[in-house]
């Protein structure tokens, strides 16, 4: 089989003196993103499948799992049920971990999950028409006092949104009134049916010179947007993003979590990956199990600051 000498020795120092790295995979390996295909997570974490499988021999395929039963998180409770073998890896955003413990769904509390690193932030902005009355969050927030601000996102539970709410809270302003879409792009704003809207910089790539972004719902300022403050600078209180990582059942065997987590550092630092990054504006790195561990309880922190300013 073919196994890339930097893989080789990332994995052997990973793995205890003595443990053969033969021992796994035994067999094909299927990583589950409960979306469907062809948004990023799914894209990247295809990469990672495709690598995997030529560097250790064994079938590896991404098994998509959107909507239907099983809960707002059906694939991670699939991941949960499945042995913990390494035989079933979750591509999961930052609500399995945060989240999905508070719901009340029996296979997903406690959390049943370790992650095996962190390896991409939605590049999610606040956005508004180049030609609008406001340009930055403090003037949106001044302008705002005496005007209806009308807020475009993608769901009232997902991420971004609630840091948006918990923004304005904190900036002394709420906004006119907010409403879910299916598609917040260029046309969104040319329309004028909406101020603000809560997007991925993906979707506005073709518009970029027109817009302006407020501000970025990441952990580092964007690339594409050098000059837009993160939401973190704005309130320090609510630095969090919406991120996605891997995960396996919490009684993995380290050997296994080693090799996989060898694999998908490699990926993403591949030429393919960071292409890919710089065409969609995504952000693309590698969190390893301590930091990803570190990063989901600063998480759980910053989320209950944010439901506590969204409930007032």
């Given at each position: 089989m ?13 793995l205890p ?17 409960p ?5 990023l997570e ?8 495709e ?6 021999g064994q ?6 799992r ?9 694939g ?8 913990a ?19 009340g769904?029996?296979e ?8 095996v ?8 902005v606040?956005a ?11 003037e949106?927030?001044a302008?705002?006092?005496?005007n209806?601000v009308?807020l475009?996102h993608f ?6 949104t609630?840091?948006?709410f ?6 002394g302003?709420?906004?006119?009134a907010?409403?879910?879409?299916d598609a917040?792009?260029?046309?969104t704003l ?15 790539m ?12 990441t952990g ?10 993160t939401?973190?600078?704005?309130a320090?209180d609510?630095?969090?993003?919406l ?7 919490k009684?993995?065997?380290q ?7 060898a694999v998908a550092?490699?990926?993403i630092?591949s ?5 890919f990054a710089a065409?969609?504006g995504?952000q ?10 570190a990063q989901?309880?600063?998480d759980i922190?910053?989320?209950a600051r944010?439901?506590?300013?969204t409930?007032?």
């Amino acid at each position: 089989m073919k196994f890339p000498v930097s893989l080789a020795l990332a994995a052997a120092m990973a793995l205890p003196a003595g443990t053969a790295l033969a021992e796994y995979p035994e067999g094909p390996v299927q990583f589950v993103v409960p979306w469907p295909p062809g948004d990023l997570e799914d894209v990247l974490t295809r990469m990672i499948a495709e690598d995997f499988q030529e560097a250790y021999g064994q079938p590896a395929a991404v098994v998509n799992r959107p909507g239907g039963g099983g809960g707002p998180f059906p694939g991670a409770i699939e991941v949960a049920n499945a042995p913990a073998d390494g035989s079933m890896v979750g591509s999961f955003v930052i609500g399995v971990p945060v989240v999905g413990p508070t719901l009340g769904i029996e296979e997903l509390s406690p959390d049943p999950f370790v992650p095996v690193g962190i390896f991409l932030t939605y590049p999610f902005v606040l956005a508004t028409s180049g030609s609008s009355e406001f340009q930055t969050m403090e003037e949106l927030a001044a302008y705002a006092q005496d005007n209806e601000v009308l807020l475009g996102h993608f769901g009232a539970a997902l991420t971004p949104t609630a840091v948006s709410f918990a923004l304005a809270e904190t900036m002394g302003f709420s906004w006119g009134a907010d409403a879910a879409y299916d598609a917040l792009d260029c046309n969104t704003l040319a329309s004028g049916d909406v101020d603000v809207i809560n997007t991925t910089i993906q979707l506005i790539m073709p518009c970029l010179d027109d817009v302006t972004i407020l501000a970025s719902v990441t952990g580092e300022r964007l690339e594409l947007a050098p000059d837009a403050p993160t939401v973190g600078e704005l309130a320090p209180d609510l630095s969090i993003s919406l991120w996605n990582g891997l995960f396996v059942h919490k009684d993995t065997p380290q050997e296994a979590i080693d090799a996989i987590a060898a694999v998908a550092q490699e990926t993403i630092a591949s030429e393919r990956a960071q292409t890919f990054a710089a065409e969609t504006g995504a952000q693309i790195y590698w969190q390893d199990t301590a930091a990803a561990t570190a990063q989901i309880e600063s998480d759980i922190a910053t989320m209950a600051r944010i439901d506590e300013l969204t409930a007032e």
